[in-house]
């Protein structure tokens, strides 16, 4: 059987591709996939629910080597044009909620997986279920497929090497190889991950939770902030997670590897040192025969508070009238840049996305690799990665939209 297009990768960007390539044209499509049933990633999103979008879409929610490219492929294919061919195409109905995050009605991953699936049965795809792809290879006609399956075009959406057990175990990086020059491939990291710190007073909070604005430095001597995030943060025994934390792992991650030692500011009173200071003083006055951890346990919870004062030496002050104007600096500084250094991360099992992969400067605006006509890259196996909230299934509804628009040119 020789195919017009086989596609390698049955997760949320394949199966995206597939239906996109057959909403327009009847032709002769497969779909591979080592495992034994399709979207089995995609299952999991969301817990369980699948935050397919988000109606605040911007390249600087990425990472990525190429902004103005991401720009492009975000507009072209944005998240209502996907939400319509969910609703026009595929009949899955969404929802909103009030955060601008995107769901299918049903609340439920299992719709979407299903409703690809079935289209793609409706439309007579071919499933190669249970295949590991160990190599593509050109031929005269296309491609040949571990030897044996012929294609005039191939598209790669093997994922990323997260959540290894879902399949995208970072086979882009041998798949393309054959394909590939220097520069064209960033190497894999895990992102949306748990990040592990160096000061070990936090763990006996583990467990404990606050809402928090968070910046995250070069080193600790550096002001040079790499990302910055809010919202609740959850101390573990190893370090700090918490969709906040998540969102800015990536950027800790990378600037790890290039040698760097990243500290996490975390302002636990969401506000600046000028106006935190008036709030601790304040509390201070007002309960003067007060321990200050008794003073002061209005602003930040109290086991985190414990740590703040031991950090600055201060759990042994009776009265919160005894504390020296210096006293309330280090306090009020602690407070709003409580200090973690960031030592690692979970791994690549406990990571949503990846960050690495194909550069997207290595591919035209149809997610064709620029050295190999008929070769087309979408979704995670591309050095593009968001955070948190529908930003990585969006990136992949768009970039399968591209590679079946490119798939489709190629074989006219
Ligand atoms: C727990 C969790 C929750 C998430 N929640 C969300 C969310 O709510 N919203 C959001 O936007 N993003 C979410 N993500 C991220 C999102 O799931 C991924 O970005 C997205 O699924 C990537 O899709 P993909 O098609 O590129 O890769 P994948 O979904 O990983 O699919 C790749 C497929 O290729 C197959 N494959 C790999 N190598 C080979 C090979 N050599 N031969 C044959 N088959 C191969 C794999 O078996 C797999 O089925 C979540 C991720 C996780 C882990």
Redesign the pocket.
């Known amino acids: 059987m020789r195919y017009d297009v086989l596609i ?8 995206y591709c597939a239906c996109r390539i057959l909403s327009e044209s009847g032709v002769r499509l497969g779909i ?4 034994d049933s ?5 299952l ?4 369980g ?5 988000n109606y605040d879409m911007d390249p600087r929610y990425y990472m990525t080597d190429s902004p103005e490219m991401l720009a492009g492929l975000l507009r072209r294919h944005d998240e209502n044009a996907a939400l319509a061919f969910f609703r026009d195409e595929l009949g899955v109905l969404t929802a909103e909620r009030d955060d601008g995050l995107c769901y299918p009605a049903t609340f439920r991953a299992d719709t979407v997986v299903n409703a690809m699936r079935n289209y793609l049965i409706d439309n007579d795809a071919d499933f190669i279920l249970n ?4 190599s593509i290879s050109r031929d005269d006609g296309g491609f040949t497929v571990n030897g044996s399956l012929h294609s005039k075009t191939i598209v790669i ?4 090497a ?2 290894s057990l ?4 970072g ?1 882009i990086i041998k ?1 393309a190889a054959p394909f590939t020059g220097r520069g064209d491939l960033a190497p894999l990291y895990p992102a ?1 991950v748990p990040l592990k710190t160096l000061e070990k007073d936090i763990t006996s909070i583990s467990g404990a939770r606050a809402y928090c604005d968070l910046k995250l430095y070069e080193d600790r001597r550096s002001d040079k902030v790499l990302a910055e995030s809010s919202g609740e943060i959850l101390f573990t025994k190893y370090g700090v997670s918490g969709i906040c934390v998540l969102d800015v792992s990536g950027y800790a991650v990378r600037a790890m590897a290039e040698g760097k030692r990243p500290v996490l500011s975390v302002n636990l009173l969401k506000m600046s040192f000028p106006k935190a200071r008036i709030e601790v003083e304040t509390n201070l006055l007002n309960f003067p025969d007060r321990s200050p951890s008794q003073a002061l346990n209005g602003l930040v919870r109290d086991d985190i508070l414990a740590i703040i004062l031991d950090r600055i030496n201060l759990t042994e002050v009776r009265h919160a009238s005894d504390l020296s104007r210096t006293d309330i600096d280090n306090i009020t500084e602690c407070m709003t840049s409580f200090k973690l250094t960031i030592t690692g991360s979970l791994s690549f099992d406990n ?3 990846t960050n690495g992969g194909i550069m997207l400067s290595s591919v035209n605006d149809q997610m064709e690799l620029k050295s190999t006509r008929g070769l087309f890259i ?4 591309l050095n593009c ?2 955070i ?9 509804w768009s970039s399968a939209s591209a590679a079946a628009r490119g798939v489709l040119s190629c074989l006219n």
């Open positions: 390698i990768g049955a997760g949320a960007s394949g199966l591979i996939d080592s495992n399709v979207g089995k990633k995609l999991m999103t969301g817990a629910r699948c935050n397919l979008t295949t590991q792809v160990c959406a093997v994922g990323g997260s959540y879902t399949g995208s175990n086979s798949l949306l990571a949503q996305v979408c979704g995670e196996a990665n968001g948190c909230g529908g930003y990585n299934l969006q990136f992949c």
